[in-house]
């Protein structure tokens, strides 16, 4: 198995096997904890060869430098088919979502898990936001 895409973004869907994304970031801003995003999505694409087809298990965990979860981990189980004549097929996943509370600032991963065994993980940082002539942001 390999991962073609791991990314957290506003919004995102899979409308018959095309992985649809908009707005990919990579952290979130605010001036004081907690940090609230009120919706977001984690999306992966991964591509399975025909001998990995067959129900497997999804682990989204966000946890900080440490290694300690900052929310509860998010799971989904999903099957792959490969058709007959297909030495690869791929597999998307979209978790949506609402109300991602972030209690601490600093430099946090979003790991990617199947089966249980680690496949991939991306940075999220998550800032004090400074203010600027009105405006609160983090550059990405």
Do not use: W
């Given at each position: ?45 991964m591509r399975f060869r025909s001998d990995e087809t067959g129900t497997h298990e ?68 998550v800032a004090r936001a400074v203010k600027k002539r009105g405006r609160n942001r983090?550059?990405?």
């Open positions: 198995m390999k991962v073609e895409v791991l990314a957290i973004c506003d919004a995102a869907t899979d409308y018959q096997g095309r992985l649809n994304i908009l707005g990919v970031f990579e952290g979130m801003a605010a001036p004081k904890t907690p940090v609230v995003r009120d919706r977001c999505s984690i999306v992966t694409r999804l682990t989204i965990c966000i946890r900080n430098s440490k290694g300690v979860l900052l929310i509860p981990e998010m799971k989904a189980g999903f099957a792959v088919k490969a058709p007959a004549n297909r030495k690869t097929v791929a597999a998307n996943m979209v978790l949506n979502v609402n109300q991602l509370k972030i209690d601490e600032f600093g430099e946090h991963e979003i790991a990617l898990f199947v089966d249980g065994v680690l496949q991939e993980s991306i940075p999220l940082t983090m550059d990405n």
